[in-house]
């Protein structure tokens, strides 16, 4: 990753090798005489199907070992102080016709008619989810068509259309399956099946490791710490889930999964004064 004296350039400086960076030379700086361990976990396959962190919290279940009492995860937030993210969830939906020659559709049944009528009913539900309360950090929650196939050539009345549905979730939300199965079942899809589902997370902002890393943020950075909501989905989301206090804080930058992706330098050193004081006043006893 090429230096300069304002910014590290390269693929995952920003997202997440900066904040990874950061908390190693924390640690190394950590005293040795500390009440509580600090342990450092990296975990890959984030961006997919979070494998690593899965394996991770199943192992610590597994061996009946003692769940961490906080985790800061140094996700990139340009140095605020993320409380909360929405979850997400991904649906295949099947429909299935009669296929027929395009010449007389009135032979066949046209999946890809079937799959429009769910798409009208997916608009609806997104009405809906975006008439109800709104979260104070993350507004609403969400649906959408993600992708579409249908049909196997021109001349043919299509026999099968597939969606994949995308629902972005709200911390504490009930499974969105059901709700989904009844916005689209006047549409009759052959099945609907979950291809993945990841809870949001959302900390208390009284808790002892937001309180030490708000504390913290404001003493290197000289201002407030902002407190946010992200609309994206990151592992705290695992970590909330298995009863572990967890919080996002990492450096500022940009260029995320891009080639010139790039993260401040001076964020970096900040981020590393943040992490020690949050060791120092977390762990310190």
Do not use: K
């Amino acid at each position: 990753m090429p230096l300069s004296d304002e910014r590290v350039v390269g693929r995952g400086a920003y997202d997440m090798a900066g904040g990874l960076a950061a908390a190693m030379i924390a640690a190394a700086a950590a005293p040795h005489d500390l009440a509580g361990d600090v342990v450092l976990a990296f975990a890959a396959d984030e961006e997919f199907g979070s494998v690593g962190m899965e394996e991770l919290l199943s192992a610590l279940d597994a061996e009946q070992a003692a769940l961490p009492d906080a985790a800061v995860v140094l996700e990139p937030t340009d140095l605020e102080v993320t409380l909360a993210h929405r979850g997400f969830a991904w649906y295949r939906v099947e429909y299935e016709g009669v296929a027929a020659h395009g010449s007389q559709p009135e032979l066949g049944v046209d999946a890809i008619d079937r799959a429009l009528d769910g798409l009208v009913a997916l608009r609806e539900l997104g009405r809906e989810l975006r008439a109800r309360p709104r979260h104070p950090l993350l507004g609403n929650g969400s649906v959408r068509l993600a992708t579409i196939d249908g049909g196997t050539d021109a001349a043919t009345v299509a026999d099968r259309c597939t969606l994949v549905v995308e629902r972005r979730t709200l911390p504490g939300e009930p499974d969105p399956g059901p709700e989904l199965e009844r916005a689209l079942a006047a549409s009759r899809p052959a099945r609907i099946e979950e291809l993945v589902a990841r809870p949001g997370m959302e900390a208390d902002p009284g808790s002892p490791i937001a309180e030490a890393v708000l504390a913290a943020v404001q003493r290197e950075s000289g201002t407030p710490a902002v407190r946010r909501g992200d609309p994206w989905w990151t592992d705290a989301g695992l970590i909330a889930d298995a009863d572990i206090p967890v919080v996002l804080v990492g450096p500022a930058g940009g260029g995320a999964h891009a080639d010139e992706e790039w993260v401040t330098v001076a964020s970096l050193r900040t981020l590393v004064a943040i992490v020690e004081d949050v060791i120092a006043d977390f762990c310190g006893g």
